[in-house]
């Protein structure tokens, strides 16, 4: 997961995508880049960091042009310390090309020995966006032969990329002296979206970047679809994919977007409104409300679930939590020790709010653990009589293989654990998960029109249909890990369908 911008305007764009990095932050804070184009030169600035520590004054004004690219880098492939993997990336040929992309290639071993020993081309670094670059510039190479490029061009190599590719991709692309060039694969996951206002066009990961920035979000990049925005202003637009089928990752919705964006159609705060009326149907289950004196959500995701649970059920909600806003987000930093060190740092107690009180906490999701572990014991040690913790998505047992950064089942705490097990390793009195197909439908139904939704990490359907428990040892060979515990073989790893559902 990382967050992208590209804009294409008639004045200066270096502060326009610095701004809308910022509201891009959240996707990303490993690295930060920035490439804008003057004429036919480019002009770069990247490096390891979050935006506002990696530009200063003199990065900006060394970045004259009125289009350009940005990016949010959260390592999920690759060496995730290395700061040459920071994008954009750059080839030069055909024509100059500089690219940014979110998401995760599933076949990037095998394009990376197809692109060295078939199209003679050099991948420097071990990520998978230099190989998605090095592809589409072979494509362009060969769609046109060195002459001059128009649309159709532009858009029958997207063709060949979909052809060869596989895995999650939105892409921004700049094309040296052409323009602007957006696309998306064809299952939709990594989410795209396209605005117009009066400066120009900007195509951004969510709509908030838009909205943020001054422009109107015009629409989705849909599956498939590849738009071109010429250095003119003239927009051209086609699918070109021969089969699209729209599997958003619904982990955008639980976790990674912003709540005041809308993706692909969907309100990301409605859909967390909708998921806690489903957990507090599941929550009665298992817990008595009258049990319950006050309902905490742990910031900041799980807010609207928690607010719309304790609602639904006429429990007393409070905010017992008071976030340090200038820790980064726990999920997204790298290595398990920096994370269990961050929790603290991160979240502090107001414990009149917990002093003798039967507790409900509220989470957006469980992924290894550690920091459910971490915050179950400051309620305790803050004076809580019974500590209850709701996880408003289900378990995430398996590998997530499209861009979200838990890739290796032993950093799963559900994988291959009952909910029993998982409440004794988190120590709560009890434990209570969303269910899987109510979070499909009650978030599906605020879109009819999608076919479904990639919930891998949930149920362990891969909607590409191509992974194996071996493609998920191969995608974790040479990832750079927090700590040896996380080299456990995969091999042993069951998948309940590999294939398209």
């Avoid at 966006?129 to 001059?148: D, I, M, P, W, Y």
Wanted: aromatic share 6%; proline share 5%.
């Amino acid at each position: 997961m990382c967050g992208i911008v590209g804009v294409v305007s008639h004045a200066p764009v270096n502060q326009l995508i610095y701004d809308a990095l910022l509201l891009l932050q959240h996707r990303g804070q490993d690295a930060a880049g920035i490439v804008t184009q003057q004429g036919r030169k480019f002009f770069m600035h990247k490096a390891k960091g979050m935006v506002r520590d990696v530009f200063r004054t003199r990065n900006m004004r060394a970045l004259p042009g009125t289009c350009g690219l940005g990016q949010v880098r959260y390592p999920t492939a690759g060496n995730a310390y290395s700061e040459e993997e920071a994008q954009p990336f750059y080839v030069n040929a055909p024509f100059g090309l500089v690219m940014v992309h979110n998401g995760n290639l599933t076949n990037a071993k095998a394009l990376k020995q197809e692109l060295f020993q078939t199209d003679h081309r050099h991948i420097n670094t071990e990520s998978d966006s230099e190989v998605l670059l090095n592809v589409l510039a072979h494509e362009l190479e060969r769609v046109t032969r060195g002459v001059s490029l128009k649309p159709a061009d532009v858009f029958e190599a997207v063709k060949g990329v979909h052809k060869r590719v596989k895995g999650s991709y939105a892409v921004i692309m700049l094309i040296a002296g052409h323009g602007l060039l957006a696309f998306r694969d064809p299952h939709g996951i990594r989410p795209l979206c396209f605005g117009q206002g009066a400066g120009g066009f900007m195509v951004a990961s969510e709509s908030v970047t838009l909205e943020g920035s001054g422009f109107d979000c015009v629409r989705d990049v849909t599956p498939g679809e590849a738009i071109f925005v010429d250095l003119e202003g003239n927009v051209h637009m086609q699918q070109c994919a021969e089969q699209i089928r729209h599997y958003p990752c619904v982990f955008e919705y639980v976790y990674l977007a912003r709540p005041d964006s809308v993706l692909d159609g969907i309100s990301v705060y409605q859909a967390r409104l909708n998921m806690g009326q489903t957990l507090a149907q599941e929550l009665v289950k298992h817990v008595d409300p009258k049990d319950i004196d006050v309902v905490i959500p742990i910031p900041e995701s799980s807010r609207p679930s928690a607010m719309e649970l304790a609602h639904r059920l006429g429990l007393l909600y409070r905010e017992g939590f008071v976030k340090n806003r200038y820790v980064g987000r726990t999920f997204i930093m790298p290595g398990q020790s920096v994370r269990k060190k961050s929790v603290r740092q991160k979240l502090n107690v107001m414990a009149s709010e917990f002093q003798g009180r039967s507790v409900l906490l509220v989470d957006d999701s469980i992924v290894r653990g550690t920091t459910s572990r971490e915050i179950v014991q400051m309620a305790r040690d803050a004076g809580a009589r019974k500590v209850y913790l709701a996880s408003a998505a289900p378990p995430v047992r398996y590998p997530n293989v499209y861009g979200i950064d838990m890739p290796t089942p032993q950093e799963l705490v559900a994988h291959g654990r009952t909910i029993e097990e998982i409440r004794q390793i988190i120590g709560c009195d009890a434990l209570i998960y969303q269910d899987v197909d109510a979070m499909k439908q009650t978030i599906g139904s605020l879109n009819p029109g999608l076919a479904g939704f990639d919930a891998s990490c949930f149920d362990g359907i891969y909607v590409t249909g191509d992974i194996t428990p071996e493609d998920i040892e191969n995608l974790n060979q040479g990832r750079d890990q927090g700590s040896e515990e996380d080299s456990e073989d995969t091999s042993r790893l069951s998948l309940p369908n590999a294939q398209e559902n």
